[in-house]
Nanobody, 121 residues
């Protein structure tokens, strides 16, 4: 079954850290780039990190505070988030890149169900 499953979300205090995971199945990470997006209530989905064989791109609002990585053999992508702020609260999704502007959700064809991250002040 072709799918992405996120895990690792939760409630954390301001300044804390979280590690999110995304397990891919049914396709190879050797031929597909992945990304993390997040969506806060009432806001559009925004790019957190995009990982390809060429480079890793981070969203402006998280740059310097997150590190994305992937294990192609295990088909797992992780996102380590540090120095968390209340504005980091939202549902975090992993997605498979197809083509186009990777800052835009339409460039992705497969999404996980999301994992909730809540940062308390």
């Amino acid at each position: 079954q072709v799918q992405l499953v996120e895990s690792g979300g939760g409630l954390v205090q301001t300044g804390g850290s979280l590690r999110l995971s995304c397990q891919a199945s049914g396709f190879s990470l050797y031929t597909s780039a992945l990304a993390w997006f997040r969506q806060a209530p009432g806001k559009e989905r925004e790019l957190v990190a995009h990982l390809s064989d060429i480079e890793t791109i981070y969203g402006h609002s998280v740059q310097g505070r997150v590190t994305a990585s992937r294990d192609k053999v295990k088909r797992i992508m992780t996102l380590l988030m540090t120095s968390l702020k209340p504005e980091d609260t939202g549902v975090y999704y992993c997605a498979r890149y197809v083509r186009g502007n990777y800052y835009h959700p339409l460039a992705f064809d497969l999404w996980g169900q999301g994992t909730q991250v809540t940062v308390s002040s």
